[in-house]
Antibody
């Protein structure tokens, strides 16, 4: 059974870069898409984007200028970088496996809380 | 404002059925397909309940069902139970590769 686990700093200073890693266990990353979603405190879900095991990426247009996703299938990890963060980027960040056939996130990590401090 | 509109809240008594709607409000949608529904309990990660409008992942109760008519998708929960109390989010895709979530609906079991 595939499991995902986010990791990274819980506190990032404003204007700096947020970096998170998602480790995939119990299955292969090949032939799947891998996504990031975030949820600000008390608010709804926001789709950030996803990356295919081939390296092809798709980002939310509203975040595209600040987002970079990458993956390392040999380590079973994929990563998110978000530059020039502000308080508005404070959120719980989730990684999830994305099914390209059904456009759905079928396996989710438990989430990582990231606070942006001024 | 999300391109997918959900009611802020719905409620029902144990044993009843409730329906949560998800209506596309953006003209950017290239075809309102690939509807998914997620359940999120407080402090927990979302859980996939319905995908491809009507399909249920293995392990999800058959009390949960999905449908779609025109620009509105719906999640129906029958035989409401206390454990169903949670937030529910719909999601879809604009122009093939841009995902979007509805604003979420809080389900209260009375």
């Amino acid at each position: 059974q595939v499991q995902l686990q986010e990791s990274g700093p819980g506190l990032v200073k404003a204007s700096e870069t947020l970096s998170l890693t998602c480790t995939v266990s119990g299955g292969s990353m090949n032939s799947y898409y891998w996504s990031w979603i975030r949820q600000p405190p008390g608010k709804g879900l926001e789709w950030i984007g996803y990356i295919h095991s081939s390296g092809t990426t798709y980002y939310n247009p509203s975040l595209k200028s600040r987002v970079t996703m990458s993956l390392d299938t040999s380590s079973n990890q994929f990563a998110l970088k978000l530059t020039s963060v502000t308080a508005a980027d404070t959120a719980v960040y989730y990684c999830a496996r994305f099914s390209g056939s059904y456009r759905t996130m079928d396996v989710w990590g438990q989430g990582a809380t990231v606070n942006v401090s001024s | 404002q999300s391109a997918l509109t959900q009611p802020a809240s719905v409620s029902g008594s144990p044993g009843q059925s409730i329906t949560i709607s998800c209506t596309v409000t953006s003209s950017d949608f290239g075809g309102y397909n690939y509807i998914s529904w997620y359940q999120q309990r407080p402090g927990k990660a979302p859980k996939l309940m319905i995908y491809d409008v009507t399909l249920r992942p293995s392990g999800v109760s058959d009390r949960f069902s999905g449908s779609k008519s025109g620009d509105t998708a719906s999640l129906t929960i029958s035989g409401l139970q206390a454990e169903d109390e949670a937030y529910y989010y719909c999601s879809s895709f604009i122009s093939s590769h841009t995902g979007v979530f509805g604003g979420g609906t809080k389900l209260t079991v009375l």
